[in-house]
């Protein structure tokens, strides 16, 4: 599945586009930045609700497929800033990580 596969499937929304034709082959859950450079692997989807430019730093460092926010957080305008400059997916959702979580399973 790619990310705008996902996108189209879970209704989510693009709030700064990279390459939406990257492929997922997985799922990092976490908000603590030190786990999630770590642990999350190239190709994941990450979900968190953290919001602020380091969650740019680590989906570069980690080479996520996307940052999900989850729970309708917004990025703040620097974090928004720097990924669109190094093209991050970073897509939105009202779900909670929870139920993000639980339909992500369900359609990987």
Same mark, same amino acid.
Request: include cysteine; charged fraction near 5%; proline fraction near 0%.
């Given at each position: 599945m790619t990310v705008r596969e996902l996108v189209d499937t879970l209704n989510l929304c693009i709030v700064s586009e990279g390459d /939406?034709?990257?492929n997922i082959n997985g799922c990092y859950i976490g908000d603590l930045l030190s786990w999630v450079m770590s642990n999350a692997q190239s190709d994941n989807v990450w979900l968190t609700i953290m919001s602020n430019i380091n969650i *740019? %730093? *680590?989906a @570069? /460092? @980690?080479d996520v497929s996307c940052i999900i926010l989850c729970e309708n957080v917004s990025p703040d305008e620097e974090c928004l800033k720097k990924a &669109?400059? &190094?093209e991050i997916n970073i897509l939105k959702t009202d779900m909670s990580t929870y139920d /993000? %979580? *639980?339909k992500l399973g369900a359609v990987l």
């Open positions: /939406l034709c990257r *740019v %730093a *680590v @570069t /460092l @980690t &669109q400059l &190094q /993000l %979580a *639980v």
